[in-house]
């Protein structure tokens, strides 16, 4: 059993990050920052190719980090891979000793570095979730017997920001249903917002990590207001950032106020720092969320 199943397993608060693989094959920087997290997050998500921009594949990222004593979570897109390829990319996760892995479907293409490739979407999030956990049951898609069976902690995405959030939340039901054992959230702006999306899904059992992504301008602001569905930003946060003398400073309020505030309504984090994150510590201390 993988450590995050246990810390979701004991009702512990979770505290989870993500690290993007490098565009190259320096991985330096990346053992820095999962080193000096360590102790203060539970596991890394490693992303898949993160806003469709080409980096390095996930899986040997993830396989590296665990080698180093770290707690991975494989990031898989359905942008990228047809049904065979996700399967048998879960199998060879699992060889390597990954059990984690979350699911998603990932930024189109032509938002990314490469806007030519053509796009795969073969299956839902909540198709593969269906497969990774038959494939636990010993057989894959098409009903075709395996020579051992693999051991998953499955997640997927939630956006408490969703226009129709009934519908946002009947996809969670589907997902939970097909083998969802937790959730990583769009990041959370509106606390009051979250708090209706909370109440929505109490009742479903599920382990919802809101996401923090600590605002760093108010370019990056806006950005986010007209490029990622989900996501407001209240333009008295943009003021404030914008005018701030010490922007890291004000970062790390804005981030530690919200997490805070949705810290009762949710049974965990998933903090997005895009290369902040060493400020993680001082955004959940300030938070009031302890480590042991």
Known sequence: MSHLSDVIESGRFVITSELNPPKGTDLVPLYEKADSLKGAVDAFNLTDSHAAHMAMAPMAAAHLLRQRGHEPILQLTT???????LQSDLLGAYALGIENVVFMGGDPPTA?????????????????LRAARGMEGGHDMSGNELHGNPRFCLGAVANPGAEDLDEEVRRMEEKLEAGARFFQTQAVYEPAKFERFAHKVNGLGA????????????RMA???NTRVPGIHVPDKLIQRI???????KVSIEIASSIASEVRDMCQGLHVMAIGWEDMIPEVLQAAGIKRD
Do not use: C, Q, W
Not at 207 to 218: F, R
Not at 242 to 248: F, L, P, Q, S, V
């Open 207 to 218: 382990t919802v990590l809101a996401g923090i992504i600590p605002l760093k301008s108010a």
């Open 222 to 224: 806006r950005y986010m």
């Open 242 to 248: 914008d005018e701030a003398k010490d922007r890291r």
């Open 79 to 85: 942008r990228d891979r047809n049904r065979i390829a």
């Open 112 to 128: 990314g570095d490469h806007p030519d490739a053509k796009p795969v979407f073969d299956v839902y999030t909540s198709i593969i």
